[in-house]
């Protein structure tokens, strides 16, 4: 029997949130508790966080300037998913961004200069020019790529994961994406795949409750990730993904299970993006929860401000030493936009080169 068009009616209010208070930007933004982590390992990701903040305000203001030409999809506000996982991965691993994924290349190890470079093109840049600021490698330290194709990268991280089940050396792969990844098939073929294989992968899913500009209420009935994870009969974890503590706990045990028993895993981390979908505006009231409101709701669990808070409470950091470290890296930061801005673009002749194989 078939249904009417105009009988379907789309639900007059959002379905009950699966989050609980995560999703809630008035709760969880007070101070992390260091506990009995080492304050070397915490002081460590707190420098990480906050230089990647930096490298993307430094791009942001270099497009804002106009020297950057192409798109630029800025991660601000969601460093510690990216810093939490990458630091119990090693430089053998294979993990795979999206299209917005500096703190993903920057968390693992990529050189800031040759990201700054890339996003203007030019030939010093860390994929030579030719990708900007989506097309970001670095496999010396186990960035193997991100691409803006939408989950496309995720069954690239199987393939990968497959090689280093082969290799037999311990290595995993990771898969980042956002929660509009999970409405590609290639996202559930790849889970499907990765379980029944038993594939050394993680899938890290940043959930900020947006896909470009439409709310996540409006495209899915649920709002919780890793509900697909619990199809594919996988480990599943749900986290806040601005306590970069909380992301380290779990990373930490899932990468584990997968390098010794091959254990695929999904972990769902649940942030949210400062700046809109594409360059450094806010996109404010765009998308029916993104209000001036909610935006300086979100800030106040800013993942950097969090963990400051914890360390200088419990007398392992001073906000001097943090402000001194932060001021140093700007100013560093200021040189290499200076001195990028000189660098050769690629050459002519060079333009086949990555097309054609010999």
Known sequence: MSIPIHSLTLPAAPPPSQLGTLADPSQHSGPLAP???????????????????????????????????GPLHLTTGQEAVAVGVAAYLR??????????????????????????????????????????????????????????????????????????????????????????????????ETLNLASLMRLPMLFIAENNLFSSHLDLHLRQPSNRIARFADAACMEQATIDGNDVIQVSDYAAKLVENARRRSCPALLECVTYRWHGHVGPRADMGVGERRTPEDIKAWKARDPIERLLAGLVAAGHCTRQAH??????????????????????????????????GR
Not at 42 to 66: C, F, P, Y
Not at 118 to 134: H, N, Q, R, Y
């Open 35 to 69: 506990g009995t982590h080492l304050p070397a390992q915490l002081i460590r990701m707190l420098h990480e966080m906050t230089r990647i903040r930096l490298v993307e305000n430094t791009l942001a203001a270099m497009a804002e300037a106009g020297e950057i030409k």
């Open 91 to 188: 430089k053998t691993d294979r993990a795979f961004g999206s299209h917005r994924s500096h703190g993903h290349y920057l968390a693992m190890g990529g050189n800031a200069r040759a990201l700054l470079a890339e996003a203007l093109g030019k030939a010093t840049g860390c994929s030579g020019g030719f990708g900007g600021s989506m097309h970001l490698c670095a496999r010396e330290v186990g960035f193997y790529g991100s691409a803006p194709i939408v989950g496309g990268t995720i069954a690239l991280a199987a393939g990968a994961a497959i090689a280093a089940k082969f290799d037999g050396k311990g290595d995993i792969a990771v898969a980042f994406f956002g929660d509009g990844a999970s409405e590609e098939g290639v996202f559930h």
């Open 323 to 356: 402000e001194a470290f932060t001021a140093s890296t700007k100013k560093e930061l200021d040189a290499l936009r200076r001195d990028v801005s000189s660098d050769p673009w690629p050459a002519e002749s060079s333009l086949l080169e990555k097309v054609y």
